[in-house]
């Protein structure tokens, strides 16, 4: 089993950019399939971006296409999660998961390990 760690989340405005990161301290990242979810309150898990093993063909949710980019890092271990041009919607605790296929899917059950979390607030 993974475990993963979350860093990066705070409270921003509109228009700003954050940037986040996931750690596997376990360092098992090989040929794991990684995504970032979302989950805002009252609101399913989403997806929001995937990159397959071994760091080929990121693809995101339409929401995040041309704002987010998701990249992996095999030499640290670190999946990234680059966002700019931050939106109110955008609101929610963002999860970083890991899947043994290495093409993760936008299915929120395919993913066997996840993260604790990490709040993005982005005000008005």
């Known amino acids: 089993q993974m475990l993963l760690v979350e860093s990066g989340g705070g409270l921003v405005q509109t228009g700003d950019s954050l940037r986040l990161s996931c750690q596997d301290d376990?360092?098992?990242?090989?040929?794991?399939?990684m995504a970032w979810f979302r989950q805002a309150p009252g609101k399913e898990r989403e997806f929001v971006a995937g990159?397959?093993?071994?760091?080929?063909?990121?693809f995101y949710s339409g929401s995040a296409q041309g704002r987010f980019t998701v990249s992996r890092d095999k030499s640290s271990n670190t999946l990234t999660l680059q966002m700019n041009n931050l939106k109110p919607e955008d609101t929610a605790v963002y999860y970083c998961?890991?899947?043994?296929?290495?093409?993760?899917?936008?299915?929120?059950?395919?993913?066997?390990?996840w993260g604790q979390g990490t709040q993005v607030t982005v005000s008005s």
């Open positions: 998961a890991a899947t043994t296929s290495n093409l993760p899917r936008r299915e929120a059950y395919a993913y066997e390990d």
């Open positions: 376990q360092r098992t990242f090989k040929k794991h399939g």
């Open positions: 990159v397959p093993w071994p760091n080929s063909g990121p």
